[in-house]
T-cell receptor
Framework: AQSVTQLGSHVSVSEGALVLLRCNYSSSVPPYLFWYVQYPNQGLQLLLKYTSAATLVKGINGFEAEFKKSETSFHLTKPSAHMSDAAEYFCAVSDRVGGYQKVTFGTGTKLQVIP | GAVVSQHPSWVICKSGTSVKIECRSLDFQATTMFWYRQFPKQSLMLMATSNEGSKATYEQGVEKDKFLINHASLTLSTLTVTSAHPEDSSFYIC???????????FGPGTRLTVT
């Protein structure tokens, strides 16, 4: 069974500092991996995705993530945090279960940006 | 492209009544749609998978007679919460999967409050 672990339910960074949100996954087959952002009372917006092409994936709003198979990790980073980055971030893994793709979400990490 | 809408965005209803939530893929055909439920400060919980023209597949612990799902066309799925109770109050999010099968596009969510 696939699963996703996000370390740290809350992360606080200063404006301009590096953002690092951690995600580890388990999957029996090569997975597809995603990072989503959710602002209060809104749906999920895709930040970036890994689909077995380049291991370093660049997304929107300056975010990127690196797929490391040996570490089963897909951590999300951004060099310099903006106030507008404050939101909830979800890592997700998708692999084929019972003949169809099933997505499993992590528990989320709330990012706080301190001015 | 790949826009998913939900209607209504929020609804308040009285206990015992039924509420219908619509999920539409606006610019692509979605053979599969998903319904999620999200409690405050928690991750998304998959409720059911809806395939066009067939019965929905419900996750363990989700009452199919309470949460009626209909996916009558390639662009529309509906979730009806029957005989709603206050504990059904939650944020309901739908997503639609494109023909490639590995990425889901999320709607903006519907906030249901049962009084």
């Amino acid at each position: 069974a696939q699963s996703v672990t996000q370390l740290g339910s809350h992360v606080s960074v200063s404006e301009g500092a590096l953002v690092l949100l951690r995600c580890n996954y388990s999957s029996s087959v090569p997975p597809y991996l995603f990072w989503y952002v959710q602002y209060p009372n809104q749906g999920l917006q895709l930040l970036l995705k890994y689909t077995s092409a380049a291991t370093l994936v660049k997304g929107i709003n300056g975010f990127e993530a690196e797929f490391k198979k040996s570490e089963t990790s897909f951590h999300l980073t951004k060099p310099s945090a903006h106030m507008s980055d404050a939101a909830e971030y979800f890592c997700a893994v998708s692999d084929r279960v019972g003949g169809y793709q099933k997505v499993t979400f992590g528990t989320g990490t709330k990012l706080q940006v301190i001015p | 492209g790949a826009v998913v809408s939900q209607h209504p965005s929020w609804v308040i209803c009285k206990s015992g009544t039924s509420v219908k939530i619509e999920c539409r893929s606006l610019d692509f055909q979605a053979t599969t749609m998903f319904w999620y439920r999200q409690f405050p400060k928690q991750s998304l919980m998959l409720m059911a998978t809806s395939n066009e023209g067939s019965k929905a597949t419900y996750e363990q612990g989700v009452e199919k007679d309470k949460f009626l799902i209909n996916h009558a066309s390639l662009t529309l799925s509906t979730l009806t919460v029957t005989s709603a109770h206050p504990e059904d109050s939650s944020f309901y999010i739908c997503s639609a999967r494109d023909f490639k099968g590995y990425e889901q596009y999320f709607g903006p969510g519907t906030r249901l409050t049962v009084t």
